[in-house]
């Protein structure tokens, strides 16, 4: 199953930006987990900090992956680009955020992309990722009559 996650402007970042907030690890330092983790996947990684070009990748992947993991970042709050591409898709979504919206400021409580994603999972830093990919291991076929 090919999963892509996703992720927007300013998560280039993790590691060094606000970590009290978002950790101290960078995404990149992450990955060879998830990968580890889930082999049973093909995990593709993206980051942008232009809005066109994660449009541009939800396109690309919309109708052929198994699964997209979106970190929007501030674009959560603002894009309606995101949320209509998100909507216009086949490949089934799950919003993903290192920290707690609901804990944060109350311009960030509110999701644009939330409606159009199959769910939503926030406040668990890196582990915010695991936990989708999880809800996708939940979705593959598994092996049927099989016998010790």
Known sequence: M???LLNGPNLNLLGRREPGIYGTRSFEDYLPELQEAFPQFELSYF???HEGELL???HEVGFSYHGIVL???GYTHTSVALADAIAAIATPVVEVHLSNLHAREEFRQKSLIGRNCVGSISGFKL????LALH???GL???RVGFKI
């Open 140 to 142: 593959r076929p598994k």
């Open 127 to 130: 582990d915010s990722y695991r």
């Open 2 to 4: 090919q999963i892509l």
């Open 47 to 49: 980051q942008s900090n």
């Open 71 to 73: 970190n929007a970042g």
């Open 135 to 137: 809800y996708f291991d």
């Open 56 to 58: 541009d990748k939800l």
